[in-house]
């Protein structure tokens, strides 16, 4: 019987675990050392004259007794029955091992079946750590082990997940901005109309931080007057051009409160404005303007940051004069609400004064060199004065076609200052309103004499010379408007 060699080759194929994969995420994990474990897989090939036989034709030739295996290590016919294969695993090389780990054919699975999660987190091992190795060598006939070596895959999935869910832990930072939510209402509850808008100022001359505080704070604290009844978070009024040339600004929206998100109305790129105490005016406005005439005015939200526009000044609000002092008395059984344009500005009569029976209040009466100039003209502050009994909350804003207030108010007074003296005038708001005041308005302080009653202006000695148009006195010295019945 003619004798066939077999010859019988085995590689070893070595897998390294690495470290335990972990998800990436923001709380601090003391670095751990990586420890590789190396397995070694025994491969029988089996070649009968130099032809690669596939493993079901060895054994069952060696298991019909057809073959045999000879003491030189190869296979031959026989007719006895065949021996059992002996198959020797060759010792595993001593690199260290993690302590009690899973047994290491698990870990050869994971390192040949699950190659793609290894390296992608451990970046600093990716070179040494590469599946390939591992799957060349079995490539030909890796197939019989793989059945053997499945049932422990399941154990190392419960450790790919488990740091997941520490991934979503990062997602609370987002409220971090909750303590600027906070700063719109600051104070501006002392604000309503029981206070008549008496003593809500705080930090007047206060210098403003330029560029710190977020556009979602109204800068109540540093000198600026809260209006809680126009709905803007605070603020007077906001400006947004969308046109902004070197010719000027145009395009601008005028910002409602149905477009505030949050009660944070001071948008970005707007120009926010703002009242001040009583006597005081705004200080803040950019020398470039509206390219048509438009006014504008307050600080600006650049960068979520609100900046002074005229920085020159560090306030927000101050005086108009230190030389002349205007004042209102109300010696009625009623109060009156006078309210100022705000301008620079939307122009929105939202400025307010509550005059309450038997009170006397100051009106913040610009000096005219110092003050906003409307393309280069020296400018003056406007006052729409209303009927008895209308409240701040109700009067000092924009009306419409049939209201008595606001625009719509019957009077108008003007407050100026030049060269150390004090214009003011009274004057009907024609043609817009041909309503009449129901009470008296009479100027004191001045040579001069200005008295409004039923609809006229008398002036002179005695209130004999009366006009239909309104009247204006200077004086050097201070002035008051006394409001009677």
């Known amino acids: 019987m003619k004798s066939i060699s077999l010859s019988l080759f085995a590689f070893a194929g070595s897998a390294i675990a690495g ?28 070649l009968l004259d130099g032809t690669l036989m596939s493993k079901a034709e060895c054994d069952k030739g060696i298991a019909n007794g057809t073959l045999r295996w000879a003491d030189d290590g190869t296979l031959k016919l026989a007719a006895p029955p065949a021996n059992t294969i002996m198959v020797t695993k060759s010792a595993p090389s001593p690199t260290p091992l993690i302590p009690a780990p899973a047994p290491p054919a698990p870990a050869a699975t994971q390192a040949v079946q699950k190659p793609a999660p290894l390296p992608a987190p451990v970046a600093p091992k990716p070179a040494v750590v590469s599946p390939a ?29 488990q740091p997941e869910p520490p991934v979503q832990a990062p997602a609370p930072p987002p409220p971090s901005p909750a303590p600027v939510q906070s700063k719109p209402a600051v104070n501006v ?22 560029g710190e505080l977020p556009c979602t704070t109204f800068p109540h604290q540093f000198g600026a007057l809260p209006l809680k009844h126009l709905g803007l978070g605070g603020w007077a009024g906001i400006q947004k051009p969308n046109y902004i040339g070197s010719d000027g600004y145009d395009d601008i929206l005028t910002v409602t409160k149905s477009q ?16 001040c105490g009583e006597g005081l005016l705004k200080f803040q406005w950019p020398s470039l303007q509206g390219r048509t005439g438009q006014s504008i005015g307050g600080i600006q939200c650049r960068n979520g940051r609100l900046f002074l526009t005229n920085p020159e000044v560090k306030t927000l609000c101050g005086k108009g004069s230190n030389k002349v002092a205007v004042y209102v008395k109300n010696t009625m059984s009623k109060n009156v609400a006078i309210c100022r344009t705000n301008y620079p500005g939307d122009e929105s009569m939202s400025i307010p004064l509550d005059v309450r029976p038997g009170m006397t209040r100051k009106l913040a009466a610009p000096d005219q060199a ?38 719509f108010a019957p009077g108008v007074l003007g407050v100026g200052i030049d060269n150390g003296i004090a214009y003011v005038s009274i004057f009907s708001n024609n043609p ?33 010379d ?5 009247c204006t006195v200077g004086s050097t010295k201070d002035l008051t408007y006394v409001l009677s019945d």
């Open 19 to 46: 470290s335990h994969v972990h998800a990436i995420h923001r709380h601090r994990h003391s670095k751990r050392d990586v420890i590789e474990e190396k397995v070694t897989v025994t491969v029988v090939e089996c």
């Open 189 to 210: 509850a002392a604000v309503d109309k029981s206070e008549g808008f008496i003593g809500a100022v705080t930090g007047e001359g206060a210098d403003f931080p330029d």
């Open 133 to 161: 190795p591992s799957r060349a060598p079995p490539a030909p006939k890796a197939a019989p082990p793989a059945p053997k070596l499945e049932p422990p895959t399941p154990k190392p999935e419960p450790a790919i997940p």
């Open 432 to 464: 817009t309103q041909s309503m009449t005041l129901p009470y008296t308005i009479t100027l004191i302080g001045s040579e001069s004499q200005c008295r409004y009653q039923n609809g006229q202006w008398c002036m002179g000695e005695g209130f004999t």
């Open 260 to 275: 505030c998100s949050g009660g944070h109305c001071c948008l970005e790129g707007a120009f926010c404005s703002y009242a």
């Open 466 to 470: 009366c006009k239909v148009n309104g």
């Open 370 to 407: 110092l003050f906003w100039r409307a393309r280069g003209k020296k400018t003056s502050a406007q006052y729409y004065i209303n009927l008895p009994g209308y409240s701040v909350e109700k009067a000092c804003r924009w009306g419409n076609h049939g209201d008595d207030f606001g625009n």
